[in-house]
């Protein structure tokens, strides 16, 4: 146990934004804290409507002012805000643990050097939209890349994330390999998922297909909405969720919206939007489906699994790494008639999502539950502490 310890969780967002990233934190914080007494207190940027100082989960959350004319003001009002606050403790933190690799680890290393503590930070994407290719897009690239010599470790959600990291030059030796965590739920009966879709204005016994997540282009959702085209024709009663917003960047709901009356999907297709908690809606599918172009690892994805859904998902790297091909039915980047087939698949055959769906759940729990998740972090918070 580190009960001595205090943790600093420096991240860009927090509760009540419901990001991946944002709930992964709060996920974990909540964890560590509970299970093995671990002193947090999280350091994050304003949001409309919330109070410079409040407390989640019983864990002190202190926003910097909220900015919202830039993002560079906002960047500067968190760094500032947070250094003041982190450096004027009368006792200081030991461990400043870093959501990605932006504001929060520049926040987290000067804060470091001021007051002393060790500096873990956690990336979590790849490829094109990933960190470190966003690294090397954003300004002052080598200044960044010296203060990222200061950080004692960095968590790596999958293999090609640690591969990405190591082309930045970063050591190997400094860079650990810790999945994203999820709440292993009950199982639902079948009369408890009829109750939930009843009151969730879905029909008690047509196929239902969910995604979730944000409705944005490196999502692959204008592939999906292709294949529920060709699944219409041959699965009229079908009906697709939608279970996300659009967010503030590569937004595609306006578009999405636009095809679903073009390809005269009508009713089939339902958009809900935000929710508090998308385990109503897992519990009410039949199939999961997640077509992303790019992932890092995806929270939705663990979700579905730990509820014991038949997925469907693309074949990338973030993807692979979650789920064998005996766990979910994979399928190309961007090809439609490939996802339809998956689908429809598991549509058709039920005997074949309840396999799927018990592997994908078993998966989860040796795996990827919060639990043993978050005793690899105190084993890292152990390590970098000695």
Request: aromatic fraction near 6%; charged fraction near 25%; charge should be positive.
């Amino acid at each position: 146990m580190l009960a001595a310890v205090r943790v600093a969780l420096l991240i860009a967002g927090f509760h009540p934004l419901v990001g991946g990233a944002e709930k992964q934190a709060r996920l974990l914080a909540k964890t560590l804290h509970q299970r093995h007494d671990i002193d947090f207190t999280v350091v994050t940027r304003g949001a409309a409507g919330t109070p410079l100082v409040d407390a989640v989960d019983g864990i002190p959350v202190i926003r910097a002012p909220n900015s919202v004319r830039s993002r560079w003001l906002a960047s500067s009002s968190y760094l500032g805000a947070g250094l003041a606050f982190l450096a004027l403790q009368p006792r200081r933190f030991d461990i400043y643990h870093c959501v990605q690799s932006y504001s929060p680890a520049t926040l987290a290393v000067l804060a470091a050097r001021i007051r002393g503590g060790r500096v873990i930070v956690k990336v979590t994407a790849s490829n094109e939209l990933g960190e470190a290719a966003e690294l090397r897009r954003l300004p002052f690239f080598r200044t960044r890349m010296r203060l990222l010599e200061r950080v004692d470790a960095f968590v790596a959600l999958t293999g090609q994330v640690e591969r990405e990291l190591m082309s930045l030059g970063i050591d190997q030796s400094r860079i650990v390999q810790i999945p994203n965590g999820v709440e292993i739920p009950p199982p639902a009966g079948i009369d408890e998922r009829r109750t939930i879709r009843q009151r969730l204005g879905m029909d008690r016994v047509a196929p239902v297909v969910v995604y979730a997540g944000r409705l944005s282009q490196e999502k692959g959702l204008v592939s999906l909405l292709k294949a529920w085209a060709m699944l219409q024709r041959v699965r009229p009663e079908a009906r697709l969720v939608f279970v996300g917003p659009g967010g503030h960047v590569r937004n595609v709901e306006q578009q999405l919206v636009d095809m679903v009356r073009e390809l005269a999907l009508g009713e089939s297709v339902r958009f809900v939007g935000a929710v508090p908690d998308v385990a109503p809606y897992l519990a009410a599918a039949d199939v999961f489906v997640l077509p992303s172009r790019s992932e890092g690892l995806s929270n939705a994805l663990l979700e579905a699994m730990a509820h014991g859904k038949s997925i469907v998902t693309t074949d990338i790297d973030g993807n692979s790494f979650v789920a064998a091909d005996r766990d979910c039915l994979k399928v190309a980047v961007d090809d439609s008639h490939a996802l339809y087939t998956a689908i429809a698949a598991l549509v058709e055959h039920a005997d074949l999502r309840e396999r799927l769906g018990r592997s994908a759940r078993d998966l989860a729990i040796r795996q990827f539950s919060i639990e043993a998740v978050s005793d690899r972090y105190l084993a890292l918070y152990r390590r970098v502490s000695s």
